[in-house]
Nanobody, 126 residues
């Protein structure tokens, strides 16, 4: 059974930084594309960032480009999201997810992901 556990969320002032981590169980972590999504109250879950199996390809939502950085350490089965210059509109529950092995759809689509973490709350105060 694959499990994803996020950590690193919290309360931060606007302009501050946080680093989220997602630890993934299972021996085949390094074979999968991983993504970060977020969901604010009353809004749909939205794509934040994605990274290919070897880290060679990354992709970001326009809203976070230049402020957030996704990375992974396959030796530690962990994917990270470094968030800088945080804004109040970044407030949401952040989820990491594993993209399905046989899916061919866009990295930005939640339906392409087969395993999800429980989420970690990020709150940015103004």
């Amino acid at each position: 059974q694959v499990q994803l556990v996020e950590s690193g969320g919290g309360l931060v002032q606007a302009g501050g930084s946080l680093r989220l981590s997602c630890a993934v169980s299972g021996r085949t972590f390094s074979s999968y594309t991983m993504g970060w999504f977020r969901q604010a109250p009353g809004k749909e879950r939205e794509f934040v960032a994605g990274i290919s199996w070897n880290g060679g390809f990354t992709y970001y939502a326009d809203s976070v480009k230049g402020r957030f950085t996704i990375s992974r350490d396959n030796a530690k089965n962990t994917v990270y999201l470094q968030m800088n210059s945080l804004k109040p509109e970044d407030t949401a529950v952040y989820y990491c997810a594993r993209k399905g092995a046989t899916t061919v759809g866009p990295i930005t689509t939640p339906g392409e992901y087969d395993y999800w973490g429980q989420g970690t709350q990020v709150t940015v105060s103004s």
